[in-house]
């Protein structure tokens, strides 16, 4: 299985579809007279679907168990043709395309097995995923060109007596998203020099501006509080999300005190300084949090 232990749960919609054809209206008359020997055949496709998409882990290897919170079924009849549609929500950190897709065959397949007595000639076509929304489906914008800048705030990283990781742990996860870091550097644990730094980067116009680094509570970890200064629209429901996501690997994550808000027009971020804390901040706010630049435009998605 593909592991999925560092995503986020987003509301997930899918709907599948397949079309099942029959060779003459006599069995479509049957259908619709529910007198096909074997039963009602829409009523029996439509629970057979419902049991094929909670049960889709069970059957295609690769497919995660998760939670199905609603699930539809949908049949058009037109001509010879019954048109089948699946559809399947959930709130969880992959897709349902699949559930969905086996909900929508298992419904074809069902209908096959009870009209093959009277109808001779039946065919299932079409299997398909009509649409999906939730996840990398609704990441639409581009935000390559946001101006973007990483400063690490480490007394032993700017004094070369140890290797910057999480600054580069950060800039490689604002890369999977195209955006490339315009401005990268190291600075001391010192809050002339915090303050400095980020007065500056808003001069210049950065958009997106992420601290790493100081963010705990020992007595050179003043970050929060310098960048705190500076923020005149604060964001706390942003660093509360990770430090919701990072409780979930280690009950110290409660412990980090990162602030988040604009200064200006520049997005301020502080997190923290171990490689291990950046990742799991930036898998907690990215990308959802670039939204918020779309949003401070007066642009609605």
Excluded: W
């Amino acid at each position: 299985m593909v592991n999925i232990t560092a995503k986020q749960n987003s509301y997930r919609i899918a709907v599948a579809g397949a079309i099942v054809h029959v060779s003459a209206e006599a069995t479509i008359e049957a259908i619709r007279n529910k007198t096909v020997p074997k039963g009602d055949v829409l009523e029996s496709s439509r629970i057979a679907a419902l049991f094929a998409v909670k049960q889709t882990a069970a059957v295609i290897p690769d497919c995660h168990p998760l939670p199905v919170e609603y699930t539809t079924v949908r049949f058009l009849v037109e001509a010879l043709a019954i048109h089948i549609e699946v559809e399947v929500h959930t709130i969880y950190k992959t897709g349902v395309e699949v559930e969905a897709m086996h909900g929508a065959a298992i419904a074809a397949l069902t209908m096959y097995d009870m009209l093959k007595p009277i109808d001779k000639g039946i065919s299932i076509n079409d299997i398909r995923l009509i649409r999906k929304s939730g996840g990398k489906s609704d990441r639409k914008q581009d935000f390559t060109s946001l101006k973007t800048a990483v400063i690490v705030c480490s007394d032993t990283v700017s004094a070369g007596e140890a290797e910057d990781l999480s600054g580069k742990a950060a800039m490689a996860h604002l890369e999977t998203f195209g955006i490339t870091v315009a401005n990268y550097e190291v600075i001391p644990d010192n809050a002339d020099d915090i303050a400095a730094t980020a007065r500056r980067l808003k001069e210049e116009e950065f958009r997106l501006v992420i601290f790493s680094g100081g963010t705990g509570v020992g007595p050179r970890d003043i970050t929060p509080d310098v960048i705190g200064g500076l923020i005149d629209t604060p964001l706390p429901g942003v660093m509360e999300a990770a430090r919701t996501y990072g409780a979930a690997y280690t009950p110290m994550a409660m412990l980090s005190r990162g602030v988040a808000g604009f200064s200006g027009e520049s997005l301020f971020l502080t997190l923290p300084g171990s490689p291990k804390g950046v990742s799991e901040s930036m898998n907690a706010l990215f990308p959802q949090l670039l939204h918020v630049f779309s949003v401070r435009e007066g642009k609605r998605h």
